[in-house]
């Protein structure tokens, strides 16, 4: 059943002619940051890309062939199948046949009229949040249930048929922090529906309406259907195929060029695209030239916060800078509009402030943004403070443990570490030790 027990011919198209000339110099100046916006790489050619990635295992599972890969994609088939995939960061499905997902049950049915398929149901439980390794992400995500019957059996009826493929994803989990709606959704979302071109139809659990609109520039680019919000739906939707759950790497901001047929690279086109981003690229400072760099200094209302913005600001401007100070705010389009307009802040440059925490932190730092980032092509400059720059050192004695030792609370527990160094630091940047950074990207953008 389905390909590897046919050994039916898949044809491979490689992506070709795929060129990217990348012309654009920015900075990022903040604390958190949560999205990669700005920048630019642009294809100079054009390709149809058909993948299909390499299959990992396969195990026989009496009637039946399960395929374990993630990102298989290749011809649409009547025949009835359900393929699953656990990885260390997510698990999927993808069910194709007769189809038939009922929200108040949480079931998606994979219908058969063959006895011998269904000489024992099967059935897998699943949570379609591509953070499984989360036990405080996970509680917030409804389980869904996809299970093969007969249907001869009491099987949910079709109350509405739809010729499209659908993908059925859960907006709970960390949702609200611009980081994590990034890497755990909007990222895999990318992965698991720009194979369909637009022809897919959202089925979203655990749904946040809030969450629509503040992405909805990005989901509208990925499927040209109204989303359907499966929680209040009461009726029996059938499909030709429907995936279960998100594809992706389990590094974060992260996709993985092998083993999928995009890059990181793509996905910010992709952003560039949906916020319909015109600048292309950051000034090209030259002697002589009387208008100034565009910086902006990315402002927190609540924790990692900078609380000498002013001093900042003024620094800046004494080395040739055109400051704003923005927070990122609900609205993504307005936001991004604003990041385009500015020749410092997220592109093909970025700089993130640190804050006190030790190894942990700092390894945070470079491996959810500094990799990321070169993913992308952006150059990536990290300022590390010091003790004196935090404002822990006014909240704790010199001698105190979350002064002392850091790696030791991070070895206590996640959440205590997170409260201390993450929920109740800010910053009060030492102007002049961080002067040298500003003048190292005035450099680049003299390049």
């Not at 194709?96 to 058969?112: H, L, N, P």
Request: with cysteine; glycine share 6%.
């Amino acid at each position: 059943m389905g390909w590897a027990l046919q050994g039916e011919r898949l044809s491979l198209v490689q992506e070709l002619l795929k060129g990217r000339n990348i012309v654009n110099l920015k900075l990022l100046l903040g604390v958190d940051t949560k999205m990669l916006i700005t920048g630019s790489s642009s294809r100079i050619a054009k390709g149809m890309i058909l993948t299909l990635n390499k299959v990992n295992t396969i195990k026989v599972n009496k009637a039946k062939i399960v395929v374990e890969d993630s990102g298989i994609e290749g011809k649409e088939t009547k025949k009835e199948e359900l393929l699953c995939s656990s990885e260390e960061r997510t698990e999927f499905c993808q069910a194709r046949g007769d189809i038939r997902v009922q929200g108040k049950s949480s079931t998606v049915y994979i219908a058969s009229s063959k006895a011998t398929t269904l000489e024992k149901n099967m059935s897998r439980s699943l949570k379609p949040y591509a953070r499984r390794d989360d036990v405080d992400a996970m509680i917030r995500v409804r389980e869904w249930t996809l299970k093969e019957v007969n249907v001869n059996q009491k099987v949910p009826q079709c109350t509405q048929n739809h010729s499209i493929p659908a993908v059925l994803f859960s907006t709970g989990g960390y949702t609200g922090n611009h980081f994590h709606e990034f890497t755990d959704i909007v990222i895999p979302l990318f992965l698991t529906a720009r194979q369909f071109n637009g022809e897919v139809q959202f089925i979203i659990a655990d749904n946040r309406p809030w969450w629509i609109s503040k992405h909805r520039p990005l989901l509208k680019k990925l499927s040209y259907y109204e989303i359907m919000d499966i929680d209040e739906d009461d009726g029996v939707h059938c499909f030709p195929r429907v995936n279960v759950g998100l594809k992706r790497h389990h590094k974060e901001l992260s996709i993985d060029p092998q083993k999928y047929s995009y890059s990181m690279q793509d996905f910010r086109d992709f952003l560039r695209s949906s916020y319909a981003l015109k600048r292309f690229q950051a000034i090209k400072i030259r002697n002589g030239q009387h208008r100034k760099p565009r910086l902006m200094i990315l402002s927190r209302k609540r924790s990692r916060s900078f609380i000498n913005s002013d001093e900042i600001e003024k620094m800046a401007k004494s080395l040739g800078f055109d400051v704003i100070i923005r927070e990122a705010g609900k609205s993504m389009w307005g936001f991004a509009h604003v990041v385009n307009s500015c020749d410092v802040l997220l592109g093909e440059f970025m700089e993130q402030v640190v804050p006190y925490g030790g190894y942990a932190l700092d390894w945070l730092a470079t491996n959810d943004f500094g990799t990321p980032s070169k993913d992308m092509n952006i150059k990536y400059l990290e300022y590390k403070i010091s003790l004196e720059e935090s404002t822990l050192v006014q909240q704790y004695p010199l001698d105190h443990m979350y002064i002392k030792d850091p790696p030791l609370i991070g070895k206590i527990g996640w959440q205590e570490f997170k409260s201390v160094y993450l929920d109740n630091q800010n910053i009060k940047l030492d102007v002049d030790r961080f002067k040298p950074t500003l003048q190292r990207a005035l450099e680049l953008l003299h390049k």
